[in-house]
């Protein structure tokens, strides 16, 4: 929740794009809790990731725990000081990179019926786009397994977006791998993906 939605202003101007309410409930409110429901397992912590103080302030903060402590779970706030990527986003909330778990962008508003197969060791959700180069796409093997994301594609890789919501059986498998990039300084576009 770093980012401050410039694309959509003038909603984002005074509130923060995954607080702004849609039917009645702020974007990340909604977002969490359709994925516990998609979960059906007790939640045991709710990481999320702010920005600025300033603008991610005391208010914001009691409002996220208040949402975590709802669903039985108990929440951890960390910061990003600097936008930097998702994958440094994900980094800011290292100490909570343990176990299983479901890693989402605060702002993503969608509904459909997800299944969680609790024998994969990764899970990306997807959507059938019409403008692939729009957007973060899979590619795919023979199989349908996803073998690389790709960001804004030039040429056709597949046209199924990345939606922003990726399940780890253990989440530590990500960590040790953001820990390289973040180490060599890999970066794509100036940011750590």
């Given at each position: 929740?770093?980012?401050?939605?410039?694309?959509l202003r003038?909603?984002?101007?005074?509130?923060?794009?995954?607080?702004?309410?849609?039917?009645?409930?702020?974007?990340?409110?909604?977002l969490v809790?359709?994925?516990?429901?998609?979960?059906k397992?007790?939640?045991?912590?709710?990481?999320?990731?702010?920005?600025?103080?300033?603008?991610?302030?005391?208010e914001?903060?009691?409002?996220l725990?208040a949402l975590a402590?709802?669903?039985?779970?108990?929440?951890s706030?960390?910061?990003?000081?600097k936008?930097?990527?998702?994958?440094?986003?994900?980094?800011?909330?290292e100490?909570?990179?343990?176990?299983?778990?479901?890693?989402?962008?605060?702002?993503?508003?969608?509904?459909a019926?997800f299944?969680?197969?609790?024998?994969?060791?990764?899970v990306?959700?997807?959507?059938?786009?019409?403008?692939?180069e729009?957007?973060g796409?899979v590619?795919l093997?023979?199989?349908n397994?996803?073998?690389?994301?790709v960001?804004?594609?030039?040429?056709?890789v597949?046209?199924?977006?990345?939606?922003g919501i990726?399940?780890?059986?253990?989440?530590?498998?990500?960590?040790?791998?953001l820990?390289?990039?973040?180490?060599e300084?890999?970066?794509?576009g100036?940011?750590?993906?």
């Open positions: 929740m770093a980012g401050r939605g410039s694309r003038p909603h984002s101007l005074t509130v923060p794009k995954p607080l702004i309410p849609v039917a009645g409930q702020p974007i990340v409110h909604r809790k359709d994925i516990a429901k998609v979960l397992q007790p939640i045991e912590e709710i990481a999320f990731i702010l920005g600025d103080p300033a603008w991610f302030g005391e914001v903060v009691s409002s725990k402590e709802s669903l039985g779970a108990k929440a706030i960390y910061r990003q000081d936008p930097l990527g998702t994958g440094h986003a994900i980094m800011c909330a100490p909570s990179l343990s176990g299983p778990a479901v890693i989402a962008y605060a702002d993503t508003l969608i509904r019926d299944n969680l197969d609790p024998e994969a060791d990764a990306i959700w997807t959507k059938k786009v019409a403008n692939p729009a957007y796409v590619k093997n023979a199989e397994n996803i073998t690389e994301l960001e804004k594609p030039e040429t056709f597949s046209n199924q977006a990345v939606i990726y399940y780890f059986k253990d989440v530590a498998v990500l960590k040790g791998k820990q390289e990039v973040l180490d300084n890999i970066m794509n100036g940011e750590y993906q």
